[in-house]
């Protein structure tokens, strides 16, 4: 299995540009998760998908940020417009969601630099 | 790597010796927790996990170990090695039972292997 695939491994942008993050979850799992990760604040949790459907999108920061499962093996999540503050390692997770199994299996995550 | 932080918590120790880390969640009524190891310019990566019915557990040169007492966790690496450093973190699941939902990670600790 090839695990979660994410694109790009690394954007750097303009601030006021447009950013579309992309990732493949593991074929079969039914959740989504998209974080955030910097040095002050840590990993932290911006939205959820179950079955393509968003369940918790509290994380999202604000109404500049956005994402969307059109399928079960395709997600994004778009910053527009795009801020210096939003530079980060962005990861996306999937897991398998059943009772006995809630292990997230993580990207390598997409470097963005705002510049 | 982008996870390491200027105040992040750190661990070195010598090769071959153990390694205790330890967690402090927040929620006493969490009942899933998981550790992961993240490894610079990489995701986390599922190391660990136990259920709260249960106050430790094994693997491959880890244990997990929780008490809920006191709503502490520790994982234990035996003999460990150079590749074991890496920024550790644990994780508690706020949402009970099977249903899946938001996992929530600790700040994450640094663990430095000297040969």
């Known amino acids: 299995d090839a695990g979660v695939i994410q694109s790009p491994r690394h954007e750097v942008t303009e601030m006021g540009q447009e950013v579309t993050l992309r990732c493949k979850p593991i074929?079969?799992?039914?959740?989504l998760f998209w974080y955030r990760q910097t040095m002050m604040r840590g990993l932290e949790l911006l939205i959820y998908?179950?079955?393509?459907?968003?369940?918790?999108d509290s994380g999202m920061p604000e109404d500049r940020f956005s994402a969307k499962m059109p399928n079960a093996s395709f997600s994004t999540l778009k910053i527009q417009p795009s801020e210096p503050r939003d530079s980060a390692v962005y990861f996306c997770?999937?897991?398998?969601?059943?009772?006995?199994?809630?292990?997230?299996?993580f990207g390598p995550g997409t470097r963005l630099t705002v510049l | 790597g982008e996870s390491v932080g200027l105040h992040l918590p750190t661990l070195s120790v010598q090769e071959g010796d153990n390694s205790i880390i330890n967690c402090a969640y927040s929620?006493?009524?969490?009942?899933?927790f998981i550790w992961y190891k993240q490894e610079s310019g990489k995701g986390p990566q599922f190391i660990i996990d136990?259920?709260?019915?249960?106050d430790k557990r094994q693997g491959q040169r880890v244990t997990v170990l929780l008490n809920k007492t006191v709503k502490h966790l520790s994982l234990q690496i035996a003999a460990t090695q150079p590749g074991d450093s890496a920024v550790y973190f644990c994780?508690?699941?706020?949402?009970?039972?099977?249903?899946?939902?938001?996992?929530?990670f600790g700040k994450g600790t640094k663990l430095s292997v000297k040969p």
């Open positions: 998908f179950n079955n393509n459907v968003p369940i918790d």
């Open positions: 136990i259920r709260s019915n249960m």
């Open positions: 929620n006493s009524a969490s009942d899933y």
């Open positions: 997770a999937s897991s398998l969601g059943q009772g006995n199994s809630d292990t997230q299996y």
């Open positions: 074929s079969g799992h039914d959740y």
């Open positions: 994780a508690e699941n706020m949402n009970y039972g099977g249903s899946q939902g938001n996992l929530i």
